[in-house]
T-cell receptor, first 111, second 117 residues
Framework: SQKIEQNSEALNIQEGKTATLTCNYT??????LQWYRQDPGRGPVFLLL?????KEKRKERLKVTFDTTLKQSLFHITASQPADSATYLC??????????FGTGTQLKVEL | GAVVSQHPSRVICKSGTSVKIECRSL??????MFWYRQFPKQSLMLMAT?????????EQGVEKDKFLINHASLTLSTLTVTSAHPEDSSFYIC?????????????FGSGTQLSVL
C-alpha cells in the first residue's frame, strides 16, 4: 500500500541551527513532491514544490532535496528562528489529481 | 496568490443537529475543491473532491449521506455535516488548486473546528 512517512517525534533545535526534516514514501511514483507548513488551528500553507527531475530546490532559507531512488525528500531550514516553529507536512500526488499528506513533523526552535 | 476563505472558523453544536461549512475562492474560479478532515496530531485525510456542477467524489469510507457536499458555483463549495455526533468532532479544511485547477499546489482555507456535544 502507499505510504508517506515523516518523523512523528517533534524536532527541537536551537535558534540559528539548521533543521532537517525527512519524508519517505513507498509505492508512489510522484511527478513532484510538495512541502507545506501548518500552524495550530490553521490550514496548511504551501512552501515549496520539487519535481522528479530536480535534485534540489531553494527558496530563501528553505532547501528541499528529492531523491527518487531512495524515495525520500529532505527539507532544510537554515538559520532557524523561533517563528519557524510549526508542523511541516510533505505531500504527494496519489493519482486522480489528489494530494496525499504525510503525518507531519513538529518543529520547535528554541532561543 | 490565490485566497481561499472558509467559514465559520469554529462551531459548537448539539448532537443531532446539522452544520454547514462554506469554502470560497476569493480571487479565482475553482472548478474543483477538496475537503479534508484532521484529528489532533494526525495528518489531513481527504474526504471528498467537490466538482462544480456535478456530484462530489467521496473517498472510501466516507459516508456521502453524512457529509453532503454542494459545489453550486465556481467560487463556492459547502460541506454539511448532517445529524452530527460527538465522533464527528474534528478540524475540517477545504482547499482548491490555483488557476482553475491548472496549478499543482493547493491553497487552503483556515479550517473549521467542529465540536459536537
Amino acid at each position: 500500500s502507499q505510504k508517506i512517512e515523516q518523523n512523528s517525534e517533534a524536532l527541537n533545535i536551537q535558534e540559528g541551527k539548521t533543521a532537517t526534516l525527512t519524508c519517505n514514501y513507498t509505492n508512489y511514483s510522484p511527478a513532484y513532491l510538495q512541502w507545506y507548513r501548518q500552524d495550530p488551528g490553521r490550514g496548511p500553507v504551501f512552501l515549496l514544490l520539487i519535481r522528479e527531475n530536480e535534485k534540489e530546490k531553494r527558496k530563501e532559507r528553505l532547501k528541499v532535496t528529492f531523491d527518487t531512488t531512495l524515495k525520500q525528500s529532505l527539507f532544510h531550514i537554515t538559520a532557524s528562528q523561533p517563528a519557524d516553529s510549526a508542523t511541516y507536512l510533505c505531500a504527494l500526488e496519489g493519482g486522480g489529481n489528489k494530494l496525499t499528506f504525510g503525518t507531519g513533523t513538529q518543529l520547535k526552535v528554541e532561543l | 496568490g490565490a485566497v481561499v476563505s472558509q467559514h465559520p472558523s469554529r462551531v459548537i453544536c448539539k448532537s443531532g443537529t446539522s452544520v454547514k461549512i462554506e469554502c470560497r475562492s476569493l480571487d479565482f474560479q475553482a472548478t474543483t475543491m477538496f475537503w479534508y478532515r484532521q484529528f489532533p496530531k494526525q495528518s489531513l485525510m481527504l474526504m471528498a473532491t467537490s466538482n462544480e456542477g456535478s456530484k462530489a467524489t467521496y473517498e472510501q469510507g466516507v459516508e456521502k449521506d453524512k457529509f453532503l457536499i454542494n459545489h453550486a458555483s465556481l467560487t463556492l463549495s459547502t460541506l454539511t455535516v448532517t445529524s452530527a455526533h460527538p465522533e464527528d468532532s474534528s478540524f475540517y479544511i477545504c482547499s482548491a488548486r490555483d488557476f482553475e485547477g491548472a496549478g499543482e499546489k493547493l491553497f487552503f482555507g483556515s479550517g473549521t473546528q467542529l465540536s459536537v456535544l
